[in-house]
């Protein structure tokens, strides 16, 4: 998506729709004193723009633009810390993944590749119902559609390789054994609109 088509997204989501968007979000963080232990906790905080505390500031000024222009919720690995130590209490980690889910709906250009990461990582899981790297990866590759990307990765691959933490496999169906689950959290998901 180039930078026209991005502002238009955020400009959308500052006017009548970011507010059902973001709504839900903000009651979840409305209780935040904005004391940075969420920051302080969070193990991926170096590699964000914005911090989570920043990010949560954002999010209660309704500042859709900055948060949409932030790739900090796409840094989250929902470790959890952050929810388990935050004094409020608040359900943090289901925040950032609720901005996850808006930027994934909205297929805005920014998040493309970690939406499309987190797409294939999944796929692999339903079908063999753990990750196969290579599966994982060849999925991954083959969705970005850049005969290059592989190359830059194929360095850390060969090592990875070599040390045994990554075998060769081609993507199979394999037998969906947790596809009860899949169905029955898609269900829920149905029902709570
Ligand atoms: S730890 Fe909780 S209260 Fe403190 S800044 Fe983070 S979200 Fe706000
Ligand atoms: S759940 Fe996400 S935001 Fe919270 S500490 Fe872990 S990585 Fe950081």
Redesign the pocket.
Same mark, same amino acid.
């Given at each position: 998506m180039n930078t026209l088509t991005l502002e238009k997204k955020t400009t959308e989501h500052d006017t009548g729709s970011e507010t059902d968007d973001l709504a839900p979000i903000r009651d979840m963080?409305s209780?935040?004193?904005?004391?940075?232990?969420?920051?302080g906790?969070c193990p991926n905080a170096f590699a964000m723009d914005k911090t989570?505390?920043q990010l949560?500031r954002m999010v209660l000024m309704g500042d859709a633009a900055a948060i949409f222009n932030s790739k900090t919720f796409t840094l989250c690995s929902a470790c959890y810390y952050?929810t388990l130590?935050?004094?409020?209490g #608040?359900a #943090?980690t289901d925040a950032m993944s609720a901005l996850k889910q808006i930027a994934a709906r909205d297929n805005l250009g920014r998040y493309r590749h970690s939406t499309l990461f987190y797409k294939k990582f999944i796929e692999s899981v339903r079908r063999h119902g753990r990750v196969r790297e290579m599966e994982f990866m060849t999925l991954y590759f083959s969705a970005l559609k850049s005969p290059w990307v592989p190359f830059k990765f194929a360095p850390l691959g060969m090592k990875l390789m070599q040390k045994g933490k990554v075998s060769l496999q081609l993507p199979s169906k394999g037998t969906a054994p947790l596809e009860k689950l899949f169905k029955k959290v898609a269900e829920l998901e149905m029902s709570d609109g």
């Amino acid at each position: 998506m180039n930078t026209l088509t991005l502002e238009k997204k955020t400009t959308e989501h500052d006017t009548g729709s970011e507010t059902d968007d973001l709504a839900p979000i903000r009651d979840m963080v409305s209780a935040c004193i904005q004391c940075g232990t969420c920051t302080g906790s969070c193990p991926n905080a170096f590699a964000m723009d914005k911090t989570p505390r920043q990010l949560w500031r954002m999010v209660l000024m309704g500042d859709a633009a900055a948060i949409f222009n932030s790739k900090t919720f796409t840094l989250c690995s929902a470790c959890y810390y952050c929810t388990l130590r935050c004094p409020r209490g #608040l359900a #943090l980690t289901d925040a950032m993944s609720a901005l996850k889910q808006i930027a994934a709906r909205d297929n805005l250009g920014r998040y493309r590749h970690s939406t499309l990461f987190y797409k294939k990582f999944i796929e692999s899981v339903r079908r063999h119902g753990r990750v196969r790297e290579m599966e994982f990866m060849t999925l991954y590759f083959s969705a970005l559609k850049s005969p290059w990307v592989p190359f830059k990765f194929a360095p850390l691959g060969m090592k990875l390789m070599q040390k045994g933490k990554v075998s060769l496999q081609l993507p199979s169906k394999g037998t969906a054994p947790l596809e009860k689950l899949f169905k029955k959290v898609a269900e829920l998901e149905m029902s709570d609109g």
